[in-house]
């Protein structure tokens, strides 16, 4: 079992910046592809950004790409979206989730082979 608590939410101005922070525990013995979903009120679920379990990928929504930075630090077991020229539009609760069984990324962008959620944390962007 891996146990996901995101961090880092909060209401900002159009155009600032926030840094969302998930740190795994549990089961963190092997490197899993971590990534960010977001929900906007009575939107569905949509992926953001990932973070590939080797290290090798780093894929983004068309709608962040530019804006939003994903990082990891293994020794923290945790996974890093920094976001910037934030927009209003970008106002959602923005969960972390994990793959532990080394899904195609593209199936984890549709949020396929998902394991673990964690439990969001909300972000407003005011205009």
């Known amino acids: 079992q891996v146990q996901l608590v995101e961090s880092g939410g909060g209401l900002v101005q159009a155009g600032g910046s926030l840094r969302l922070s998930c740190t795994a525990s549990?089961?963190?013995?092997?490197?899993?592809?971590m990534g960010w979903f977001r929900q906007a009120p009575g939107k569905e679920r949509v992926f953001v950004a990932l973070?590939?379990?080797?290290?090798?990928?780093?894929l983004y929504a068309d709608s962040v790409k530019g804006r939003f930075t994903i990082s990891r630090d293994n020794a923290k077991n945790t996974v890093y979206l920094e976001m910037n020229s934030l927009k209003p539009e970008d106002t959602a609760v923005y969960y972390c989730?994990?793959?532990?069984?080394?899904?195609?990324?593209?199936?984890?962008?549709?949020?396929?082979?998902?394991?673990?959620w964690g439990k969001g944390t909300l972000v407003t962007v005011s205009s």
């Open positions: 989730a994990v793959d532990a069984h080394y899904s195609d990324n593209y199936y984890f962008m549709r949020g396929g082979g998902i394991d673990y």
């Open positions: 549990g089961r963190t013995d092997r490197s899993y592809t």
């Open positions: 973070f590939s379990w080797n290290g090798r990928s780093k």
